[in-house]
DNA sequence: AATGAATGAGACTTCATTCAT
DNA sequence: CATGAATGAAGTCTCATTCAT
């Protein structure tokens, strides 16, 4: 049921999974509070469903803002400002993936391991076209990936006067040739 | 006093804030359940100081890592190499702070910005001792500090199989160059 | 709802505000712990409810004994007498009415405005009819209610071995013609 | 301990015997908590203390308003106005004497009792002057009593606004003659 | 499928009282 | 006599879940 699932974003965005009750969902949501259980097992059920919503939700928001035209590292620009887009549009979200880690591990691991995966894919494709250099893997990754998620943290979730653009090139420059002073040759 | 952080350090740790209880704290501590309130006022409130003091330990661990001798680079290697190591040895705390996110914000915030401020002043003297290229500012800090936290999730949470050096040097690596091919010159 | 307010009238009665326990109120009930709040939001919320239930049953039953036939000063009669009656036999009802002012005072104050109100009424029903002297007033009210309380309080609910009738007629007499000797005309 | 007795009146009038705490009585008295337990055994202990204490002084401030020139009804008067004058002064003793009727049932009554015997000695006394009739008993004391704590409670501890002496005055008229209307002889 | 009253385990927190210093 | 940390019993309230209608 839609209705329940958007209801429930609503109350664990606003309120956190703790605080937040079946009765706060179904009160959202306009049904009886047994009807919950037509629909979902446990309170840890619905959370589950929503966290792996979401994480799609977001997959698809970046993949969509990627063209197969573009170069390896305008790529990586790119995902990373429709990422710092989406978590400034959909801060509760973000928050909820990040409570899964405590409320249901299980989906937590898979939200960033599906998501560095695809990064690690990023990454492959970019080394096979010559842009990126070889021996890329997982920990590059990674890597990649907790840059991106702490710049949507502090520059989506916590503040966001900054232009997501300049924030994206600011990643980019970083990839492309670390921070290292010029080597004056 | 200690006891009781300590003891409190283990059950938020083991069970997660809202699974502890003061009872199993005490219990840990080998008080009385009412001596609990000599010392904390809430159960947010001994979180809340347990946040804090780790926060201050893994500043410290990672801060005597480093030599006043180490070059810009190696002093990133360094930090990141002796905080994986650290979150390796302290799953628990590493769990902690990540849940302040959701249970006292505010002290979670106070912690990355804590780092940020550090790490940024790191990128302000790799500069000015002209290894590091000029202009960087506090964006910078926080993709460094995203890339070494999800290294830290990654590689000392989740999976402590790789050597902390191999993937310092990584991290290290990035820093330098990038991630682009070799200009071929 | 009527099982757990007379539940909780007992054991309000028996043990005192402080003393009685929610636990107390569904033991005697029979009903689960929980169902106690399905009904009422706290302890306070069962007492300021049971205060105006008591408020109102003792309304009733003084005022189903007045006749509309009777005089004046067989009005107030025949009330003192039934208030008495009432209190002898719900001398918890009684506690209960008075612990009010400590726990609920507004319920307190609106009792006893509500039937200070009342013989008002009454007061100026007698001066109408000519029975009553005129002029008398809100305090006149209270002065009377003072006395029917405090007879109520001391041969109702610690001694009931005097009959009604006796001291209602005492009460009478001081109305009638105050304590002054006869002005021997 | 003087400071103890008046710290617990200013703790049992501001907050009610159970909300007030020995560690506020002490915390007023700027004495260690373990210091309570040098004058007193119990919280119970000096709430008793204190009843007997505020009782005596009510009976004195009464006592020394009355002279032994007065008339019986002047006497009478005069009671009653220094009454709620103290009433009024002493809003939160007014209030710890009632509670008591909760709190330690035996000081309650032993303070009504006195009061009603020290009345009762009073109608005999102006009965002997020939100027209160023959035949009044206890009842007449506690009806007469009642007759005051309720003025005393309606207009020297709810509302102050009207001059003692005026309530006064009426109470005494009650006394000279009833409520009735003049038998127009 | 929907409803919502009933359930009861469980946890936080308070505070009178003790006692070693 | 004074101190105040330690004690632990006790009680209120929340809420996920069930189930009869």
Known sequence: MRKLL???EAEFGE????DASISGITRRAGTALGSFYTYFDTKDDV???????????VRQ???SSLGPDMSAFQT????????????????EIYRIIDEAEFVDPGSYREHYETTATR????LKAGEKSGEFR???????????MGM????GLRYGVWSDSRPAEDLAAIARSILERGIAADRGD
Chains 1, 2, 3, 4 share one sequence.
Do not use: Q, Y
């Open 6 to 8: 958007d209801a429930a």
């Open 15 to 18: 309120r956190g999974f703790h």
């Open 47 to 57: 959370f589950r469903a929503l966290v792996r919503d979401m994480s799609e939700r």
């Open 61 to 63: 928001v970046v993949g």
């Open 76 to 91: 990586e620009e790119a995902a990373l400002a429709s990422f710092l887009t989406f978590a400034r549009d959909h801060k």
């Open 119 to 122: 990064i690690e894919a990023r």
């Open 134 to 144: 070889a021996g890329m893997e997982e920990a590059h990754a990674w890597a990649l």
């Open 148 to 151: 991106n998620v702490f710049l």
